[in-house]
């Protein structure tokens, strides 16, 4: 159930990223190390991936004032555990599911 908002949240920050900065915005601050990554950002700039985008909103000032700051660290941060196979209480779910609905 979460999964769909998560995708969503990356959808909207690359979007948002793309529409203010242009197609080339993550050559912008701190490109990703990893030339995999890079080529998937020249060929799609909607296509980072979600790490990638919660570092550069940490690593860079800037965007850690933009208004998807609570949505991105939520999504990150559940589809970590979720990828790692950690399980999320009721309330933790609850929670996320309120933060993420609300930002897509």
């Known amino acids: 159930m979460l999964l769909p908002l998560i995708d969503q949240i990356r959808l909207d920050v690359c979007s948002q990223l793309r529409e203010e900065y242009g197609n080339g915005w993550w050559e912008r601050w701190l490109p990703p190390q990893e030339d995999r990554e890079k080529d998937k950002l020249k060929l799609n700039p909607l296509d ?3 790490g ?3 570092w550069l909103h940490v690593a860079v000032p ?3 004032r933009k208004r ?3 949505g991105l660290r939520i999504a990150w941060s559940a ?3 979720l990828a790692h196979y950690e399980p999320l209480d009721i309330n933790r779910f609850a929670d996320s599911w309120q933060v993420l ?3 897509v």
């Open 101 to 103: 609905r609300d930002h």
């Open 68 to 70: 998807w700051n609570n």
């Open 79 to 81: 589809r970590n555990d």
């Open 48 to 50: 980072a991936d979600l």
């Open 52 to 54: 990638y985008l919660r």
């Open 62 to 64: 800037d965007l850690n």
